[in-house]
């Protein structure tokens, strides 16, 4: 019985690792390495769609995000969101984001993001949105977008990134 539980753990791991949906590919550009660019599926209408990405600097001059462009969308801006006296505000930064040498930036739900204006069509799940990153140093960088579901928090993991969440379904005293 311990034998057909265990081979059963790793059918089953197997199944989550190659099931799972492919991480965002790594883009450098000069000295910036983009990771986890992902956005999330708006429903049909939506005018607006987020995008959030880390930008790491590993060189020794700083950097600046300052827009974009895409496809599927007639403008991209940078965006801050923040919270002042209990009442969200969103605002466009200008200026952009600089990314300090040495530093990431992350590009996340609730704090620094990129805002898709005037949608041409709904983001769904599982699609790949090409956007064009504008930088003041690095110019003009082409990365995908891995759009993941509507109250998704984060780009999608692989099980091998040892989140808890990854192995769900899982019964709670199977071992491998």
């Known amino acids: 019985m311990k034998k057909i539980a265990r081979t059963l753990a790793y059918t089953t791991f197997l199944a989550f690792l190659f099931a799972a949906p492919a991480l965002a590919e790594e883009v450098k550009a000069g000295d910036l390495v983009i990771t986890q660019a992902w956005s999330r599926a708006t429903p049909a209408g939506a005018k607006v769609a987020g995008g959030y990405l880390t930008i790491e600097n590993k060189g020794a001059a700083p950097d ?6 895409a ?13 002042n006296n209990g009442v969200m505000t969103m605002r466009p930064l200008d200026q952009g984001v600089t990314i ?8 996340a739900p609730g704090g620094y993001h990129l805002m898709l204006l005037d949608l041409k069509s709904p983001l769904k ?26 109250g998704a928090q984060g780009p999608a993991t692989s099980p091998s990134s040892g989140s808890k969440k990854d192995m769900k379904g899982m019964s709670p005293g199977m071992k491998m």
Do not use: N, W, Y
């Open 125 to 150: 799940r599982g699609d790949k949105v090409p956007v064009t990153l504008e930088f003041e140093k690095a110019g003009k960088v082409k990365v995908s977008f891995d759009v993941q579901g509507v």
């Open 71 to 83: 496809d599927v969308a007639d403008k991209v801006q940078v965006h801050e969101m923040t919270m």
């Open 100 to 107: 300090e040498p040495g530093k990431a930036v992350k590009l």
């Open 64 to 69: 600046r995000l300052i827009g974009g462009s």
